[in-house]
């Protein structure tokens, strides 16, 4: 049971308990329940209709672990209920999902398919994650292997995409094809190719040793630089959906996924101190444009911060970066403190409002940096939220 301090502080003086702070127990209980306060993540749309969207795949994921971890039914019954929104009785999907669209996004709903299966031996949850899984056999890819963001985007592979597709696709193929070694070399292959197609190197200004957003293998997008192909920012969310595809993986991957594991353990762990020290050095937290500090109209973004402080903390907690000097852990705890005194704002009706994260980055234009800092900063944007509740799930397991 998590007392919500939150709920209670506003009947008592705050002269007369100075120290009670107006924080509850568990942020990821928090977190958790003001979205579903206020029915975010439920299977529907902002117009009532049903939506196939990645933020419920991805809230729905931390809503699993905080059920694994309370047993609090309530969790549970939340995304069988959105589920339900979207997969009908005969195991069709709806809410917008399109398989000749060729869309990653839409698959990232796909694992709490298989998750509902497992717990419920309903037939029509395996049956949409295989249309899922047709899908990918469909998938357009470049001459390289890299499936293509969407049938729109030519030739082009996103870091959010390995997030996207690459968890359902191994969360499909350990539930239900274990020893297809060609799909987990294909898993393993999907990493390595955005990975080396997107890392960005010591000849470039700025260096990050970081991944740019995404690149296009045939050169041809406005964006593309000439040598590469690669997008010109580091975007901090798109390196966070990376990374927390890289952690979340690495988890399922079953001991005969061939070289999925060392593959993705190598990657981690270039990208893990990198990411460390990219964090702004005062606030301990990320800049929107990685590759930009400082830059006027760059902010703090957070939900880019959250899914680096989910992504650190679970590598660590689970031995795939070791952490011998302990720098890791107290550059997540630094910026967590910053996340929950900036970020999070309690209200009074016990709810919590979530603070700074940027609706959205896409290549489907320019992709250059006043594409990415204009882009609009709304109240309460899920894929933040989800994440605080990841990065939060996280955080309280040091205690
Ligand atoms: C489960 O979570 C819901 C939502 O936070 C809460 O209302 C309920 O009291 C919780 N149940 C238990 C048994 O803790
Ligand atoms: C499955 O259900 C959907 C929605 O209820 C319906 O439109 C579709 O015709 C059904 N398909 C089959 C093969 O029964
Ligand atoms: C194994 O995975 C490959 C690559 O995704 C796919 O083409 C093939 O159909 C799968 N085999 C089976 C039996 O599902
Ligand atoms: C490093 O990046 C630059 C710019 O994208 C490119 O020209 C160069 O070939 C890269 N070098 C290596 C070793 O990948
Ligand atoms: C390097 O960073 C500075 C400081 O944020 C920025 O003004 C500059 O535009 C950056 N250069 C490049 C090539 O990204």
Redesign the pocket.
Known sequence: MFLRVAAIVPLLSLAILPAIEARPQSYAVWAADSAIARGQGNGLGSNGAPVNSYEHGEFQWGLRLLYEQTGNKTYFNYIQAGVDKIVSSNGTIGGGYSFSAFVQDYIRTGPSFIYLFQQTGLAKYKTAAGTYRSQLNGQPRTAQGQFWHKLVYFNQGWLDGIYMGEVFYTAYTKAFDANNATAWADITSQFKLMFDNTLQNST???NTGLLYHGYDFSHTAVWASPDRGHS??VWDRALGWYAMALVDVLELAPANSGALKPTLLKILNVLAPNIRDAADPASGVW?L?I?????AL?YFESSGTVMFIYSLLKAVRLGYVEDADGSIVAAMKKAYSYVVANWVVPKSDGTMDWKNTVSVGSLGGAGD?NYYVSQTVPLNDLKGLGAFLLASLEFEKLK
């Open positions: 470039a200004p700025n010109p920012e800049w444009v590759t930009q500090p400082g830059r760059n940096y």
